[in-house]
């Protein structure tokens, strides 16, 4: 590593101003700054507590999406050789199979996404954003493991361009870019992104295992009729409470475990990265949704609006979304009180758009995109509220 250290060194001057690669600075500051500690260092008094950068912030997240990456590739490969009929599979040949599926799809994700990245940071002449490599990896982990690849590309492009670089790159994005660009293929294209057919890969239609379908739990629990048990047309349909937290169904890549979700929370809550407030407010306002909704009498509604909450915290994308869409410290709430406001109503959110819109029965990126546009509204009030406070106190203060 010494060696790269002095060879990026000596090479330093070619891309500083006026050098003959000035233009590809971004590149070079990415591979520098990337592979060791900057070496940039304040003029006056340090404020810097540790030797932690944004890169190695990102790179932590990176680490805790590991639990969802390594088992969206099982999951993936698992219900192609179940499905398929594969003969006598194991857990290597589902790795081996799922990642065939998946790789592509982040490998696409990362090139174009970077492509853009570096053009934009040319451009401009700054630092090459260290978000995307968070970015470029949330964005294939919430796509079904059967989306074409060219529609991989078309949906980064969107994200990184209109969702963040059009407003001034990372810092300056309003939404979440890995959902804006979700967001995109699922409204352009509903067909290959919702529906009973995108959740597996089928390669052969001829020979595929007897009574499959590629419904997921929330599409069945959505067309519970009025007056209906929703959990036990879920249990004949094979969606337990358990099977449900593990995840091993169909679904999007990487947001299906409610266990690898938890085991990457720890990860980010434990490094200071994550924010514990934002989690634990979606859950309680999803909570509260959810028993709003239990209390509706059940011969006057839909059976969705009866399903329990230990089921909903567990089903579709809930947990994946609260644990790294919510907290995206650019998009998400910035003021302590405000975490609060905005993860609890992206809970309510959620259950309101899951069970009160039949064509729509996840709600999870909806609401956080909207909850996105709201964050600064609700930072606003809530140093507004802060600010009268300290005021009143210090004309009670004063006239003590």
Known sequence: MKFLLKQLEKS??????????????????????????????????????????????????????????????????????LVNLVANPTWWTDMMQGATIVLPIILVSYAVG???????????????????LVTGMLFPLTLPPTVPLWQVAIGISFGVVIGKEIFGGTGFNVLNPALTARAFLFFAYPVQMSGDNVW???????????GFTGATPLAIAALSPTGGHVVQTLTEAGFSWKTLALGTLGGSIGESSFIACALGALILILAGIGSWQI??????????????????PADQFSGYTQLPFHYHVVMGGFAFGAVYM???PVSAAAT???????????????????????????????????????APLI??????????QRAAYLRKFSHA
Not at 43 to 71: E, N, Q, Y
């Open 326 to 328: 919510a907290t995206d």
């Open 279 to 296: 989690m634990l407010s979606c859950v309680i306002g999803l909570f509260a949704g959810s028993s709003v909704l239990n209390w509706l």
């Open 200 to 210: 597996t890969v089928v390669h052969d239609k001829a020979n595929v295992m007897e």
């Open 12 to 81: 330093k001057h070619l891309f500083e101003p006026d050098g003959k690669l000035d233009k590809l600075y971004p590149l070079y500051e990415a591979n520098d700054t990337f592979l060791f500690t900057p070496s940039d260092v304040t003029d006056g008094p340090s404020h810097i507590r540790d030797s932690v950068d944004m890169k190695r912030t990102m790179i932590t997240v990176i680490l805790a999406l590991i639990p969802c990456i390594l088992f969206g590739i099982w999951k993936a490969g698992h219900q192609y050789n």
């Open 379 to 388: 930072d606003h009030y809530v140093l507004q509220f802060h600010i009268k």
């Open 114 to 132: 970077g492509i853009w990245e570096v053009l934009f940071s040319v451009i401009r002449k700054h630092e090459i954003n260290e978000g995307f």
């Open 336 to 374: 302590r009180f405000g975490k609060w406001i905005y993860g609890f109503l992206i809970g309510f959110l959620v259950i309101l758009i899951r069970v009160t819109n039949p064509a729509y029965p996840e709600g999870v990126m909806v609401a956080i995109l909207f909850m996105n546009v709201m």
